[in-house]
């Protein structure tokens, strides 16, 4: 069941039935260097990856990254969505495309919907978003999205410096949030 769609998109949680493309995408070569190495290198791997990010955060928070597919053929494409990361005190927006769906406008449709969901569904009045310095598309599709830099920080003593962005959130919404009943 989708959790939002747009004219184009669908975003729905990710399951263990997606371990194949979850595998290709986190070994994508800009996954690898803008997000990090995630340790995943088998579909068993990928179901790990899965159970112990995204399904556990559905179950602690209602959220976390979704899958997005193209509603016209549900061909997965890559996966948006909200993290809270403990070292954050605000939601956080993620996204990643594979390739081959970059450059299409698809990052950012599915990243308004992931917001929208942020302000109308969990009421938030404020996200962030954070990137590699040299994340140059991000930072641009950040800024479409109408967030500004606030900071560099690291999320832990040992981690690489990210940049921090963040957006204040209105209650208009451009794309369905889908209800928990399935109905816009």
Known sequence: MPIATTARLSLREIHGGDAPF???????AAWLRFIGDRK????????R???????K???QRGFGLWL???????VPIGMCGLIKRDALPDVDLGFALLPAHRGNGYA??????????????LGLAR??????????????LLGRLGFRFE??????????????????????????????DGTP
């Open 22 to 28: 979850i595998l290709t995408l986190v070994n994508d």
């Open 40 to 47: 995943v290198r088998t579909a068993s791997d990928a179901r």
């Open 49 to 55: 990856y899965i159970e112990t990010g995204p399904a």
């Open 57 to 59: 955060m559905y179950a």
């Open 68 to 74: 997005v597919e193209r509603r016209d053929d549900g």
């Open 108 to 121: 950012s449709e599915a990243a308004q919907a992931a917001i929208d969901f942020a302000c109308e569904r």
């Open 127 to 140: 996200i962030v978003a954070i990137t590699s310095p040299d994340n140059a598309d991000s930072v641009r």
């Open 151 to 180: 900071r560099v920080l690291r999320l832990a003593d040992d981690a690489s410096a990210v940049r921090l962005y963040a957006a204040e959130l209105s209650r208009r919404s451009r794309f369905a949030i889908v209800s928990e």
